[in-house]
């Protein structure tokens, strides 16, 4: 066995968050391997349909719950429609983790305050878990979240937990004119509701992820409130085949997005070129 | 050659274009230049070791050159045959381009070997060129040399190619193909290969395996062959980029010889000229319904 | 280090021998058109060392151009996957080029790279390479303005320098020596080291008149021009075709795809690619980070001269030539090497604003 080869996963659960993003639950077929696998909030894997090829997502769930993986997609490739037409039960595969984490050693002892849009909120919603689920290791935990309407929202079951939490400050928002009657959430783009919020920066660290826009209008937000660049955490997506550096396709100038990344801070992202 | 230096020049400083394309004495050859200043116009040379196919630079993938202005291109026949290529499938407006015609006695294969013409170093297409002197071209430039020596080598082989068996020509094309890599080098060059998404790059569903195997690079260059029927050139670019040395021009050849059977068309230089993709005429030949 | 020497034609004797023990034996052959490539020999006879500059590198013996990576097969809903061997049967390269040779010892550094690549080192485990101190200097070659000579000895097992009627001998790994035991009568005692010397010497002046750089202050400029009008210049004769990529002994990037082969099932394979390709970053939304060839050519120089020896400590080109020889569009390496190093020799005197481009 070589290490191009995946493990066997089977599809457990399958969640529509939206009309166009699921959610699919996998379990390794190979008890060892079920048994032994591990790994840390901000890595991803290969995610195989065999006959198809390979996809690249973040772990969306969090290595504090055992025994399964989750990942969340839209179809817009190859790979990806073909992972919508698969079924619970069905046989997919995954190689992984890989990559570099969320430095949640770093944040222990801080408050958190995460931020996403859209389905940007997946590769967050490991960490928010991961924090969640050793709740007493953090101090404030604030979690800003928006999408265009509400039937974009992902994670719909998670955020209403979330929401009735007392430890966690939660905002939802939908763009102006995403809302619906029955709309309880704020209406705004997320930079705007994160000014809202004004998290403060004292003793914290932001977690950032969502599409390239909502990125570039509210990392001024954060600076202008305070955050300095070492404590704003996001990460990056780019084309991947191999996930392990030897490929050639995912560099950005020498940093290469699946050895150094994904999971980059704003003021490692500064330095790289335009090139992602 | 001073002609064509004192055009180039003259175009540039009119403004009339924003880059000559031609040839320049390169530091291992001759090589395309792209000269955008007239106080370079200097650099401009024609010799037989000018084998490279400019119009390739017109494609409407390279919209890079395009920033540059107006294009003037210097073209020999054979390569005069791609603009009226380009033109005819409105990849080009005719009167976005300045063509100037070269008078050519043939290139040389190999733009970085011997300057010196032969039977051995020409390029396959030239021996028996009838454009020899360019036609529907803006300028004209240089003196016309005598014909280029030598024989078709793809003709030739060719021939020996239709005497022998399907079993035989199987197992020739299978060991050429084998050598395939995938490069895409072939396809890239061809001016005549202009679609933004070539057909097998497309995934959904994946037409051509994109796999350097026999069986994907004999549905590559197939298919290759195919779409470039009444289109191609016959400039042989492809077959001097192929890094692997496969004899692509065989195949080009074959099916102009066909479509030239069939419906009596060759590759033009007058883009007026329809050729058989595009058009229908009643009495079209039609074995094939019966 | 063990020194020998070996006829011409107890190099062939050798062959033979190897041959007829079961070892596969890959040296430069000439074809029927008289082009000199690297391949598995049937016979002795057909060896062809120091004629001519192999057309392709040695690349396809390690990386082939298409390999599986492994099976599957649908059998209701569950997939069986089958593994591809990682161990392979004894090889040996018989006169590689020392640039050849070189490049495949650079490259185990990114197949390394915390994750082993069973596939490549397999490959390499099983090879014995004897490298032949290079007869083959022309103009297109530049080995040693990329720190590697003419007889440079990375990569090599083993390496064979042209004296009078035959060669002289070097092991240098212990698959050498290896090779010098077992075929032992094939060898004799003492080396012709004067004759060697004088040889490796001549190679190295006549290539060191090809090109003189700095590669640090290469790597320096590219560092801080990932814009300048030096990439649009290139992107203007550049056709973006791979030609390049497909001849170079260090160009290792591939393509991960899956294939079906009959119904239900099919393998995932690992192909050849290049990153000259616009489709090489694309992504499935349509973004494509180097969507443009300006870009692509600041990569593929950037890849051999700033980021492999930044994460490496090794330079990704061996100075072979073959790109400058293989590219239709006329892009001669070499030259945009001596422009940048230029760039970068000025700047360290002058602070130059402007770029290379034009």
Known sequence: ?276 | ?290 | MTVKTLTTENLSHLAAALLADGTEVIAPVKDSSGKVDYRAVKQAAELALGEALPRKSLKEFFLPQTECLFYFKQVKNDVELTPVPTTFGPRIVLGAKPCDAAAVDILDRVFDWDYHDELWFGRRQATTIVTLACPMVDEFCFCTAVDIEPATRQGADMVIVPVAGGYHVETVTEKGEALVTKYAKYFSDGGKQAEADTFRAEAKAKVEKNLGINTKDVRAWLETHFEDGLWHELAWRCHGCGACAAVCPTCHCFDIVDESEGVNQGTRRRNWDTCQAGKFTLHASGHNPRGEQCNRCRQRVSHKFMIYPERFGVLLCTGCGRCVRACPGGMVLPEVLRRVNAAAQAAKTEPVTEGVGQ
């Open chain 1, 1 to 276: 066995m070589n290490l191009y080869q995946p493990h066997r996963v089977e599809i457990k659960e399958i969640t529509d968050e939206t009309v166009d993003t699921r959610t699919l639950r996998l379990e390794f077929k190979d008890p060892e391997v079920a048994q032994s696998f591990n790994f840390k909030a901000g890595q991803f894997g290969e995610y195989s349909v065999f006959g198809a090829g390979e996809s690249t997502f973040c772990i969306a769930s969090s290595p504090t719950r055992q025994g399964y993986i989750e990942c969340s997609f839209k179809a817009v490739g190859k790979v990806t429609k073909m992972m919508r037409s698969l079924g619970v039960g069905d046989t997919m595969g995954f190689r992984g983790p890989y990559g570099n984490a969320f430095p949640l050693d770093k944040m222990a002892g801080h408050n958190v305050v995460f931020i996403a849009g859209g389905i940007g909120l997946a590769p967050v919603r490991c960490v928010i878990w991961n924090v969640l689920d050793q709740r007493e290791r953090f101090k404030d935990v604030t979690i800003i979240y928006g999408a265009r309407s509400v039937g974009d929202l992902v994670y719909k079951r998670e955020l209403e937990e979330w929401a009735k939490r007392s430890d966690v400050k939660l905002w939802q928002t939908v763009d102006p004119g995403g809302e619906t009657p029955e709309w309880k959430g704020e209406i705004g783009f997320v930079p705007t509701i994160v000014e809202k919020a004004a998290p403060s920066p004292a003793d914290s660290f932001a977690v950032i992820c969502g599409p390239p826009i909502m990125i570039k209008f509210t990392m001024p937000v954060l600076t202008k409130l305070g955050f300095p660049n070492e404590r704003i955490y996001t990460t990056l997506e780019n084309r991947m085949k191999c996930g392990i550096g030897k490929c050639g396709r995912c560099n950005v100038g020498s940093v290469y997005v699946c050895k150094d990344g994904p999971v980059f801070n704003a003021a490692q992202l500064a330095e790289l070129p335009p090139e992602y």
């Open chain 2, 1 to 290: 050659m001073k002609e064509l230096q004192e055009l180039a020049r003259k175009l540039l400083t009119d403004g009339t274009v924003g880059v000559v394309i031609g040839w320049e004495e390169g530091p291992r050859g001759i090589r395309p230049y792209f000269c955008t200043r007239p106080e370079d116009a200097d650099k401009l040379v024609f010799t037989p070791r000018c084998v490279h196919n400019l119009a390739t630079y017109l494609s409407p993938r390279r919209s890079n050159v395009r920033e540059l202005g107006k294009v003037a291109v210097v073209v020999k026949g054979c390569d005069n045959k791609a603009v009226a290529g380009l033109v005819r499938e409105t990849q080009l407006k005719r009167e976005d381009v300045v063509v100037i015609g070269v008078r050519c006695g043939g290139v040389v294969l190999d733009p970085y070997g011997p300057a010196e013409l032969t039977a051995n170093t020409v390029a396959d297409r030239c021996p028996g060129c009838d454009v020899r002197e360019p036609h529907n071209t803006d300028h004209l430039v240089g003196e016309l040399p005598p014909p280029p020596p030598g024989e078709q080598r793809t003709a030739k082989l060719m021939s020996e190619l239709e005497k022998s068996s399907p079993d035989q020509r199987w197992d020739f094309w299978i060991e050429q193909l084998s050598k395939c890599v995938r490069c895409n080098a072939c396809r890239e060059v061809c001016p005549m290969c202009f679609c933004e998404r070539c057909l097998a790059d497309k995934t959904q569903p994946q037409w051509i395996d994109s796999s350097p195997h026999p069986r994907g690079n004999l549905a590559w260059h197939l298919t290759r062959a195919m779409h470039q029927a009444g289109r191609c050139a016959g400039c042989g670019e492809c077959e001097r980029a192929c890094p692997m040395d496969i004899p692509l021009m065989l195949l080009n050849r074959k099916v102009a010889q066909v479509v030239a059977d069939s419906w009596g068309y060759k590759s033009s230089e007058d883009p007026a000229v329809a050729a058989p993709i595009g058009t229908f005429n009643k009495d079209d030949p039609q074995e094939f319904i019966k």
